[in-house]
């Protein structure tokens, strides 16, 4: 075999296309174990830095920032989102830098860009919220059209990992239903921009680490009151007003707290006791990815199959803003509409 590493590599090319012609060759590697890790498509992408331009879409995507030449958003929805462009395509979107208020695809006249239609929860818009529920980070690339205080002047550049914190649905500035995301910028380590792979559809046993380590990172978060969580926990006796499930733990009763409205951009909900809830873990789920939602007369419907499976439990010394659900309902139930209960 060839001593030298391009000379390997040609060889090992020659063969590939000789015998496994068709194939992926960072699969076939990968599955035969001939090589370590192979980038995947999600995380940073080796030998790309954070703030590195490219002069078109056919540069980003010959890199492997961005691969759709149209598409906003990279990826499925069984595996994620890779990234997405933020290039003032769509009239809802909000770029604060480090925060990004990011509308879903689809819905829009090719010919003049305007929304003419609602937008679906599917292809990458669906992708974005598998990224939410893994956790997985997406590539945000910005292009010389969006925000002049947060894009390039000509071009695009790779502006690093964020993670898409929060998903709804909303009437949008044209009228018609849209989806929207808020995305977080992540914090560099001293290791360099984190990477977290998405797992393959047969998941393998991860090495994982005998001697757990520490590192330290600088984040920014919403200050929650404690004494309001608690209050209306103990308020329900740590008992979820879905389900009427008290969990019990060897230190003492379980239950979280949830806000009906979020806290933070874009919702600006309030950190009140009439805009908190008591769940448990499962419910608490459900309602924050608007699988749940309840109406004004307090019954809870399960978006799943629109069914009602009950009213939600109340407490005369904590009263649940009508208000908050309401802008809960408006931002996760896509038909907008109160069931009727009288059947």
């Known amino acids: 075999m060839a001593t030298d590493e391009q000379a390997r590599a040609k060889v090992v090319e020659s063969l590939l296309g000789?015998?496994?012609?068709?194939?992926?060759?960072?699969?076939?590697?990968?599955?035969?174990?001939?090589?370590?890790?192979?980038?995947?498509?999600?995380?940073?992408?080796?030998?790309?830095?954070?703030?590195?331009?490219?002069?078109?879409?056919?540069?980003?995507?010959e890199a492997g920032v961005h691969r759709p030449l149209q598409a906003g958003i990279c990826g499925t929805a069984a595996h994620g989102a890779e990234s997405i462009v933020v290039s003032g395509g769509y009239e809802d979107d909000e770029d604060h830098g480090d925060l990004i208020i990011y509308t879903g695809q689809g819905g829009r006249d090719e010919r003049t860009g305007q929304q003419v239609r609602d937008q679906e929860l599917t292809r990458g818009n669906a992708a974005l919220v598998t990224s939410m529920t893994t956790g997985t980070p997406v590539r945000v690339i910005r292009g010389w059209e969006g925000d002049a205080a947060h894009s390039p002047t000509r071009g695009y550049r790779y502006d690093g990992l964020f993670r898409v914190e929060d998903h709804w649905s909303e009437i949008g500035r044209s009228g018609y239903l849209v989806w929207r995301y808020r995305l977080t910028q992540l914090v560099e380590t001293s290791q360099g921009q984190p990477q977290h792979p998405q797992l393959p559809t047969t998941p393998k046993h991860p090495q994982g680490r005998e001697t757990p380590v520490?590192?330290?990172?600088?984040?920014?978060?919403?200050?929650?009151?404690?004494?309001?969580?608690?209050?209306?926990?103990?308020?329900?006796?740590?008992?979820?007003?879905?389900?009427?499930?008290?969990?019990?733990?060897?230190?003492?009763?379980?239950?979280?707290?949830?806000?009906?409205?979020?806290?933070?951009?874009?919702?600006?909900?309030?950190?009140?006791?009439?805009?908190?809830?008591?769940?448990?873990?499962?419910?608490?789920?459900?309602?924050?990815?608007?699988?749940?939602?309840?109406?004004?007369?307090?019954?809870?419907?399960?978006?799943?199959?629109?069914?009602?499976?009950?009213?939600?439990?109340?407490r005369g010394a904590h009263e649940v803003g009508r208000q908050y659900l309401a802008y809960h309902r408006a931002h996760h139930d896509q038909r907008g509409a109160v069931l009727d209960n009288s059947q």
């Open 214 to 314: 520490r590192a330290t990172t600088t984040t920014q978060r919403i200050v929650r009151s404690t004494a309001v969580a608690e209050y209306v926990k103990r308020i329900h006796d740590y008992t979820c007003q879905v389900c009427g499930i008290r969990l019990t733990t060897s230190i003492g009763a379980y239950a979280e707290a949830a806000h009906i409205r979020g806290l933070g951009r874009p919702h600006a909900g309030p950190d009140v006791a009439a805009n908190v809830l008591c769940l448990c873990p499962n419910h608490h789920t459900l309602f924050d990815f608007g699988m749940l939602i309840i109406n004004d007369d307090l019954t809870v419907v399960d978006c799943a199959d629109r069914s009602v499976i009950g009213r939600l439990r109340v």
């Open 18 to 61: 000789r015998f496994f012609d068709g194939e992926m060759r960072p699969e076939l590697v990968r599955d035969l174990q001939l090589a370590g890790p192979v980038f995947d498509g999600f995380g940073a992408v080796p030998g790309i830095t954070v703030g590195q331009e490219f002069d078109s879409r056919e540069a980003a995507a």
